[in-house]
């Protein structure tokens, strides 16, 4: 094709591609059906974990279940059945461990086989600033929460490539895509697992194997009690955000391929003018929103766990 009939091609398709999304505004896009799927979560113990295999149980999938913490992780199966699983498994895992992801990784193929929809889910902070944050608390964060992803990716990634089937869900945060004070290990993770799963995405997309989809999750914090404490300046502008809809969102956008999915909506546009406005704007503006202040009062879990 010659350059001329490229460009035109390629103007078409834009104008079509953004009159399809405009019509989807109103439109709702079809959901996929999911049933006897096989859903791994990680970090399932707990907080969104918990509620998005509820969400997949009602769908009837099959769950495997991973956590570090025993009781949370029964208590999360428990639910999951109660919700309408088709089966549930659960697997003690620390994440942390790339050895430990690859050994539960190989028992859950052979007792269940194949995983079809991988949502990565567990994450740990820190929230210190940097220069008080352990060494072994930055490693373990970058651990959980990115290296853990490509160990999961190894595992599980191949058979759906296999397939041409398949969903990668990438539970990253807001904290992805904005840099935070008082929170540098923890947005270096995130910034690296956004980056991780978009570039596998691509790569499934340069290589045709279009039955695999990337959902990548930006929220902003979550009453999930991990970041108990933080402070939101502008509740109407920057909500801390209900963990059950937060659930249910990242459930719509994977049963209908969406690729990202950032909460509240005022992230898509803080995220686009952060790298258009002046610097100092940008400051200005983070400060006026209480962006600088949120990790003042920053708690926590109270009890150490995933
Ligand atoms: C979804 O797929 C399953 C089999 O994979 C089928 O039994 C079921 O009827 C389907 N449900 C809908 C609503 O299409």
Redesign the pocket.
């Known amino acids: 094709m010659n350059f001329f009939l490229e460009t035109v091609r390629a103007m078409l398709l834009s104008l079509w591609f953004n009159l399809e999304s405009l019509v989807f505004l109103v439109v709702p896009r079809k959901r996929k ?5 096989v859903v791994l979560i990680t970090g399932a113990g707990s907080g969104i974990g918990r509620l998005m295999a509820q969400q997949f149980a009602a769908l ?1 999938t099959v769950l495997v279940l991973w956590d570090i913490n025993q009781e949370g992780l029964k208590e999360s199966a428990r639910l999951a059945g109660a919700a309408g699983a088709k089966r549930v498994h659960h697997f003690l895992c620390d994440c942390s461990d790339r050895n430990e992801v690859y050994r539960v990784a190989d028992q859950v193929k052979r007792e269940v086989g194949d995983v079809s929809i991988l949502v990565n889910n567990a994450g740990i902070v820190t929230g210190k600033k940097f220069i008080d944050a352990p060494d072994s608390l930055i490693e373990k964060t970058m651990e959980v929460n990115i290296m853990a992803h490509f160990w999961t990716y190894k595992a599980f990634l191949p058979a759906m490539i296999a397939n041409n089937h398949g969903h990668l869900v990438s539970i990253a945060s807001s904290a992805g895509l904005i840099g935070v004070n008082g929170l540098a290990d923890y947005c270096a993770s995130k910034f690296a697992a956004v980056g991780f799963a978009e570039s596998v995405g691509l790569e499934l997309v340069a290589t045709g194997k279009n039955g695999v989809k990337t959902t990548i999750v930006c929220p902003y914090f979550i009453n999930t009690g991990m970041f108990d404490g933080c402070q939101t300046k502008c509740p109407s502008i920057l909500p801390i955000l209900n963990a059950e809809y937060v659930a249910k969102k990242i459930l719509h956008a994977v049963l209908t391929d969406q690729v990202y999915l950032m909460l509240p909506k005022s992230i898509y546009l803080i995220a686009a003018l952060k790298n258009i406005l002046p610097m100092k704007q940008g400051i200005l503006l983070g400060q006026y929103l209480g962006a600088f202040n949120v990790m003042d009062d920053f708690r926590g879990r109270s009890k150490k766990q995933e």
Do not use: A, L
Request: net charge negative; charged share 35%; proline share 0%.
């Open positions: 059906n999911i049933s006897g799927e009837d």
